[in-house]
């Protein structure tokens, strides 16, 4: 069964960056990309991009080009998703999602809460 | 970026009754690049259905999917409990983009 285990809640300052983790387990990790998503509180779902773990291809949402990174390492099987320059409003949890080379996203992992405040 | 309008924005029924949930894209979508995904408090999206009408793994056959071009609908014939939560639709054919959601609670 596929997993994708995040790394835990994060409290950062305004100005910070912050680096989410994604561990992937119990498929063929080079074969399906990895996208990012992330929810505000009490809001809907925004993407924020797209990783190819074969090559380290990066597709971002325009609206985060310049601020984000994603990342892979393959020999842990772990992605990364860093966002920089931190401001209130991406206070958010942040999902990592697997999916079916066309763009569904069969897999979820169970999110990681960031919040931004001074 | 295509935008994705979903209505109606909350829907109250009670179990046993038929869902409809619509979504309208502000351009059409690519091929088949449409999907349907449940949110429940505290607890990540769930893939529902994709490629328009093909249901994901596990996912029963109460839940169905059916449109073409800018108009989208997810149907549940007979509500069960756990069907209340939040639903999102979602084009993948360029820049990923989803819909605002509809909540779908109990009467």
Redesign the interface.
């Known amino acids: 069964q596929v997993q994708l285990v995040q790394s835990g809640a994060e409290v950062k300052k305004p100005g910070a960056s912050v680096r989410i983790s994604c561990k992937a387990s119990d498929y063929a990790f080079t074969t399906y990309y990895i996208?990012w998503?992330r929810q505000a509180p009490g809001q809907?779902?925004?993407?924020m991009g797209i990783v190819r773990p074969t090559s380290g291809f990066t597709?971002y949402?325009?609206k985060f080009e310049g601020r984000v990174t994603m990342t892979r390492d393959t020999s842990t099987t772990t992605l990364y998703m860093e966002l920089s320059s931190l401001r209130s409003d991406d206070t958010a949890v942040y999902?990592c999602?697997r999916?079916?080379l066309?763009?569904?996203?069969?897999n979820?992992?169970?999110?990681t809460p960031v919040t931004v405040s001074s | 970026e295509i935008v994705l309008t979903q209505s109606p924005d909350t829907l109250s029924l009670s179990p046993g009754e038929r869902a409809t949930l619509s979504c309208r894209a502000s351009q059409r979508v690519s091929s088949n690049f449409f999907a349907w995904y449940q949110q429940k408090p505290g607890q990540a999206p769930r893939l529902l259905i994709y490629g328009i009408s093909s249901r994901a793994t596990g996912i029963p056959d109460r839940f169905s999917g059916s449109g073409s071009g800018t108009d989208f609908t997810l149907t549940i014939s007979r509500l069960e409990p756990e069907d209340f939560g939040v639903y999102y639709c979602q084009q993948y054919g360029g820049s990923q983009t989803f819909g605002r959601g509809t909540k779908l609670e109990i009467k």
């Open positions: 996208h998503v809907g779902l925004e993407w597709n949402a325009r999902y999602a999916d079916d066309l763009g569904a996203l069969h979820w992992g169970q999110g």
